[in-house]
């Protein structure tokens, strides 16, 4: 990396500049973006033995899915959850946990070191806090566009330069036909 004033003085404090500086592709984009919209849900008053046999049994599609009452949520609910407790209902299975949820106008960034942090793999996108109104899901797997988008910007960025620099093959035989 070429050095600079800056990167001189940062050196200088100890620190070691080993890239170029850029803008983090998951600070430059929203959940909102990267959620998924259609989210199968779980009825809080569902019975455990219902949601085990209906959502994780031989059909089960996801790992986790969000438990809603009212239309708000109170919880990601996975097979493990109900085990614990096969008698109770879905909402009783998760009562007392706080439910761990993002908001559409959060960054990705934030998102992924909550979703890192507290061991996910998913969350629900709600409203707002207070209501919990249900709008999607971002799971790991989401957050991994921005950073496929920055890379395809970065890539037809380069390939386009590398073709200007050399000349296209219009560009030579305009020069070629000038002389």
Not at 63 to 84: F, H, K, Q, S
């Amino acid at each position: 990396m070429k050095r600079s004033i800056m990167t001189e003085k940062i050196a200088r404090r100890g620190y070691h500049i080993y890239r170029e500086y850029g803008v983090d592709p998951l600070e430059r984009h929203h959940v909102d973006e990267v959620m998924s919209r259609t989210v199968q849900t779980i009825d809080a008053d569902l019975t455990v033995r219902e949601a085990l046999a209906t959502f994780f049994g031989v059909a089960q599609r996801h790992r986790a899915y969000p438990a809603v009452r009212g239309g708000a949520v109170i919880g990601m609910v996975d097979r493990a959850t109900l085990e614990r407790d096969p008698a109770s209902s879905v909402g009783d299975a998760l009562r007392g946990a706080a439910p761990v949820v993002a908001l559409p106008g959060e960054t990705c960034r934030l998102v992924a070191t909550r979703l890192a942090v507290h061991g996910l793999e998913r969350l629900p996108v709600v409203t707002d806090n207070e209501t919990r109104r249900l709008v999607g899901i971002v799971s790991r797997s989401d957050l991994v566009k921005p950073s496929l988008a920055h890379f395809d910007e970065e890539h037809k960025r380069e390939r386009f330069r590398r073709i200007g620099r050399g000349g296209s093959a219009f560009a030579k035989r305009r020069r070629a036909g000038s002389r």
